[in-house]
């Protein structure tokens, strides 16, 4: 403790003798500071942000739907689309035809633009730039191509399985013709209608004594009643069947003509008026503390060669 109170108070009368240098050092500090900090040198970015939910978002894997939504955000189909509406090759100063253009392009939209996922499952959408309206802009686009592209990839999907269940549909039919033919080439030929309701009233007309068309309809329905009655229960499924699958072809159809929303916005982008960068203040700081602290070693190092000296 006594050691740490010499060397605070050498340090303290270090200080006050080299007072003048320190003063100096200080107010050129802030000065030159504040000038290169200011807009003269440094141009101010505004930041424009919206936090959104996902929406009518179907699973397509073990993800959440808020990580489908971040991979979908992190795409280069959305960074092309926000390039290209927004010119942003001109508007950050790259020459496109550059062998490099794409690469530096892609470096400055990544440090401009941000999307991370949140503890309560939203994801935010950061877009810092030059031009307050500009980044709102861009923030909007964001949101507005994230939809469009869920919708496509929903869209495809919806498309793949239509395809499927007219396919299955087309197969139903054809089985239902075929069936529809033979049962009624067994009603007109052998006069089997209904096998259950014939059967008895066959049964009892028969025990009564019957007659020859008694006879005869008994005779049909030993030989071919196994085969309607066979024949009837497969039409009855395959028609349940062919019911089920059209109800969900079309409600698949109505998915695909159906315009959804896919985020529900939280906190809409604004336009900032405040600038987010440079913080003068910090940057004044920082660079006094740092000159000043870089003057004491500085000095240290001289007093400790007088002594030597």
Same mark, same amino acid.
């Given at each position: 403790?006594?050691?740490?109170?010499?060397?605070?108070?050498?340090?303290?009368? &270090?200080?006050?003798?080299?007072?003048?240098?320190?003063?100096?050092?200080?107010?050129?500090?802030?000065?030159?500071?504040?000038?290169?900090?200011?807009?003269?040198?440094?141009?101010?970015?505004?930041?424009?942000?919206?936090?959104?939910?996902?929406?009518?978002?179907?699973?397509?894997?073990?993800?959440?739907?808020?990580?489908?939504?971040?991979?979908?955000?992190?795409?280069?189909?959305?960074?092309?689309?926000?390039?290209?509406?927004?010119?942003?090759?001109?508007?950050?100063?790259?020459?496109?035809?550059?062998?490099?253009?794409?690469?530096?392009?892609?470096?400055?939209?990544?440090?401009?633009?941000?999307?991370?996922?949140?503890?309560?499952?939203?994801?935010?959408?950061?877009?810092?730039?030059?031009?307050?309206?500009?980044?709102?802009?861009?923030?909007?686009?964001?949101?507005?191509?994230?939809?469009?592209?869920?919708?496509? &990839?929903?869209?495809?999907?919806?498309?793949?399985?239509?395809?499927?269940?007219?396919?299955?549909?087309?197969?139903?039919?054809?089985?239902?013709?075929?069936?529809?033919?033979?049962?009624?080439?067994?009603?007109?030929?052998?006069?089997?209608?209904?096998?259950?309701?014939?059967?008895?009233?066959?049964?009892?007309?028969?025990?009564?004594?019957?007659?020859?068309?008694?006879?005869?309809?008994?005779?049909?329905?030993?030989?071919?009643?196994?085969?309607?009655?066979?024949?009837?229960?497969?039409?009855?499924?395959?028609?349940?069947?062919?019911?089920?699958?059209?109800?969900?072809?079309?409600?698949?159809?109505?998915?695909?003509?159906?315009?959804?929303?896919?985020?529900?916005?939280?906190?809409?982008?604004?336009?900032?008026?405040?600038?987010?960068?440079?913080?003068?203040?910090?940057?004044?700081?920082?660079?006094?503390?740092?000159?000043?602290?870089?003057?004491?070693?500085?000095?240290?190092?001289?007093?400790?060669?007088?002594?030597?000296?």
């Amino acid at each position: 403790m006594e050691e740490y109170t010499k060397n605070s108070f050498y340090l303290v009368k &270090l200080i006050l003798k080299w007072k003048v240098h320190f003063i100096v050092i200080t107010i050129s500090a802030i000065l030159l500071s504040a000038l290169f900090s200011s807009e003269w040198f440094i141009k101010p970015r505004f930041k424009s942000f919206a936090t959104v939910y996902p929406a009518n978002v179907l699973p397509f894997s073990e993800e959440s739907k808020t990580e489908q939504i971040l991979q979908v955000l992190q795409s280069s189909q959305i960074r092309d689309a926000i390039v290209q509406k927004f010119n942003l090759f001109e508007h950050y100063g790259i020459n496109a035809s550059e062998s490099e253009a794409n690469a530096k392009l892609i470096g400055i939209y990544n440090s401009f633009v941000s999307v991370s996922k949140t503890e309560f499952e939203s994801v935010d959408i950061k877009v810092t730039d030059t031009d307050p309206k500009l980044a709102c802009d861009m923030v909007n686009e964001i949101i507005s191509q994230l939809n469009k592209k869920i919708s496509s &990839l929903h869209k495809e999907k919806a498309k793949e399985v239509a395809i499927v269940l007219e396919k299955q549909l087309k197969l139903k039919s054809s089985q239902l013709d075929s069936l529809n033919k033979g049962l009624q080439e067994l009603r007109t030929k052998y006069q089997i209608l209904d096998y259950d309701d014939q059967a008895k009233e066959v049964s009892k007309a028969y025990l009564k004594g019957g007659n020859a068309n008694t006879n005869s309809l008994m005779k049909n329905l030993e030989e071919k009643g196994g085969e309607y009655y066979q024949m009837k229960k497969v039409y009855d499924d395959v028609i349940k069947s062919y019911g089920a699958t059209r109800t969900e072809y079309d409600n698949v159809l109505k998915e695909l003509n159906k315009e959804f929303t896919y985020t529900y916005v939280v906190s809409p982008p604004s336009v900032a008026d405040k600038k987010s960068y440079p913080i003068r203040w910090l940057i004044v700081s920082i660079s006094t503390i740092s000159t000043n602290f870089l003057l004491l070693i500085i000095v240290l190092i001289l007093n400790n060669k007088n002594k030597i000296a």
